[in-house]
């Protein structure tokens, strides 16, 4: 069905009802009257008035059925439109919260690009010939200068560092209480472990990011410090909420002698203890 104006649709019905109302009281003046068998004049006034009764029903009904499935197509568009909206909002906000977290001077271009950027993947050097000549030589160089440092290429190396017998052979006994090597080390290995999720995670692209991978890149970018700048650190709400680690006793008395053995630094982060490798 074709959009119907609001105008267009309640001038139609007012004619329907008008032309209904004429009718029946047509009706209603002819039944007044006997109208015998004989007499076809007034007869054929009530056949006719009743057919063309019956008509206007039949358009006022199709009318009606038309108003329906365009009001309910109105209805679908408006809840998809919503949800497209919704989207866009999200997808607005979390660019924001990423451009915040990028270094000044940065930002500016980024933002300039994110609308090509976001249309326009896999499209090689686009974006690049979008730059000017200086700048591209800049990229070019912060590229080639951070490559050697990417996190990417340290993530299987990052570690905490096994601690020996030695090692932990001189540690206070109220900071170590019924510790053992073993089960410092296994806590260690699973420490080693979020930490390679977790910089994993972050060194991916932005656009193979589900949405809640996005969320967690952000809730990550949102603990940083100047404190832990360019060092590896955990929260312990990363500790938490891992599945594999019970934030118990064990834990908790291992990382005071990681501390205590320079291996850890905790540092205070909003709301939240940071635990920061000791490189």
């Not at 200068?145 to 601690?163: D, E, R």
């Not at 053992?180 to 979020?194: C, F, G, P, R, W």
């Not at 890149?217 to 500790?239: G, I, M």
């Amino acid at each position: 069905m074709a959009p119907l104006e609001t105008e267009e649709i309640g001038r139609a019905w007012t004619e329907y009802l008008n032309y209904l109302q004429e009718r029946v009281n047509e009706l209603k003046s002819l039944f007044f009257f006997r109208i015998d068998e004989t007499d076809e004049k007034n007869l054929q006034r009530i056949t006719a008035c009743l057919r063309e009764s019956n008509e206007t029903l039949n358009k006022a009904e199709n009318l009606l059925h038309n108003l329906k499935v365009y009001v309910q197509s109105e209805q679908e568009a408006q809840e998809e439109g919503q949800i497209l909206k919704d989207l866009i909002e999200s997808f607005d906000s979390k660019v924001k919260t990423m451009l915040k977290q990028l270094p000044e001077g940065d930002q500016s271009y980024v933002g300039n690009c994110i609308k090509d950027t976001t249309y326009s993947y896999g499209t090689g050097t686009q974006e690049s010939e979008m730059l000017p000549q200086n700048q591209k030589q800049q990229t070019s160089e912060k590229k080639r200068v951070s490559s050697a440092h990417s996190p990417s290429n340290n993530i299987s190396s990052i570690t905490v560092g096994k601690v020996s017998a030695d090692e932990l052979s001189q540690v206070p006994q109220y900071l170590k209480g019924r510790l053992t090597t073993e089960k410092v080390n296994q806590i260690i290995d699973k420490l080693d472990s979020l930490f390679r999720e977790k910089y994993t995670l972050l060194s991916k692209p932005l656009r193979t990011l589900s949405s809640a991978e996005i969320d967690r890149v952000t809730d990550y970018r949102n603990q940083e410090v100047d404190q832990v700048a360019n060092s590896y650190f955990l929260s312990d709400q990363d500790l938490k909420n891992c599945s594999c680690l019970k934030f118990d006793t064990t834990t908790k008395n291992t990382l005071h002698v990681l501390r205590h053995l320079g291996r850890l630094k905790e540092v205070q982060s909003k709301d939240r203890r940071l635990y920061m490798i000791v490189s």
